[in-house]
């Protein structure tokens, strides 16, 4: 395999806190050294990485890659090629397609697909009932044999609190992880907006912070009970966010992720009924922004995902209530998280974190980091770039963002995976 020398760039390895201007050595899809050139080291490709920083590539915890049997939202190499062009090497992938993500041979089908693309490590989530309908366990271990990294339900209801308690028992007693996004469904039902002034001024039916708050409650009274390990995912009320911080406190087995949209829009941002604004869980109002912002800074959040949701472009132009919920961003994910690190004065080492060795802590991922012997997934990053978002030049095949026309700093001109250069601008 090429052997490769990425010359002169910044490293940056927030797990270990390392950070200096240094080489990095590639050899079989591993980092063979970094410092010094080994004296049998002979580079057959050099990339300069002078002014860049030489970064973790990575990991997003929730993206929909729509595949199977949703093809004409996205194709899987659409959004792998997106994915890789913001710098994403590690891809945990919902298993909300159709069919549901609860047979051993889908997981493998997906999972071969994937890898003859060249993007990212996809890691599958299995679905934690047969369908998502909240009523029968998958054969969890078997889906974990064949590949799947964790057990979800998406964003499909779960209101039978005996299921929830035992698939938490299933997953304690096998060392498997459940991610859950808190909701209580009854609150919710209809509800396509932060329940505030914004909504009663649009006329739109509220999802009041409750609903998530209780749905959390539920979720941690059952882990004290059965210390499964659980990923609360996209939380987006402060309330949440002191729950997390006290069941931490508490010794509890929990971790939890935002949406990266979440950190910098509100119900405000909805304007006059923008669809792209329409999101799972909705925008809440300025203090629940202000909250997320301060539990990424103190470390009560664990990672920042995208929460990649792409929709066909006639989904997205009904009106607000009935548009089709979700963002394409994959691409957005880098960038939006050094816009908040610029805005709050945050270490860029700390806000690579929450996108790189952090986020794979929390599902148990072995990558994220930069290491001798580890594996050469890397980014090299112009964090001050600064570019344009624009419908016409995202690689996903959905356009469906609330930051077209944004300027956003961080440009990623190279993507490693294994040691094989599949993204370069």
Known sequence: MNK????????????????????????????THIGVKPGDFSAETTIDAKGLIVAPGVVDLCARLREPGQEFKNALASEMHAAVAGGITSLVC???????LDEPGLVEMLRFRAKNLRGPRVFPA??????????????????????????????????DTQVMLRAMQYAATHGFTVVLRPDDTWLARDG??????????????PI????????????LELVRVTQARVHLARLSTARSLDLIRAAKADGLPVSCDVAVHHIHLTELDIGFFNSQCRVVP??????????????????????????????DEDEKALPFGEAVPGVTAVELLVPLTLKWAQEEKIELKRALALITSSAARALGLAYGHITTGGPADLILLAPEEFWKVQASS?????????????ELPGRVRQTLVAGVVVHSV
């Open 282 to 311: 909705p925008f809440r109002d300025g203090r629940d922004r202000a909250a997320i912002r301060a539990a990424l800074a103190d470390g009560t959040i664990d990672a920042i995902c995208s929460d990649h949701a792409p929709v």
């Open 192 to 205: 396509v907006a932060h329940e505030g002034q914004v909504a009663a001024r649009l006329g739109l039916a």
């Open 4 to 31: 490769i020398l990425i010359q002169g760039g910044r490293v940056i390895d927030p797990a270990s806190g390392f950070d200096a201007v240094t080489d990095v050595h590639i050899a079989d899809g591993k980092i």
């Open 394 to 406: 995202l690689l996903s095949q959905g356009k469906n963002t609330p930051f077209i026309g944004y």
């Open 126 to 159: 299995g679905a934690l009932t047969v369908d998502l309908k909240g009523e029968k366990l998958t054969e969890m271990a078997e889906l974990r044999e064949h590949g799947c990294i964790a057990f979800s339900q998406a964003d499909a209801p779960l209101d």
């Open 94 to 100: 919902s298993p909300d397609t159709d069919p549901v």
């Open 208 to 219: 009041p912070p409750a609903a998530e708050i209780i749905g959390l409650l539920r979720i």
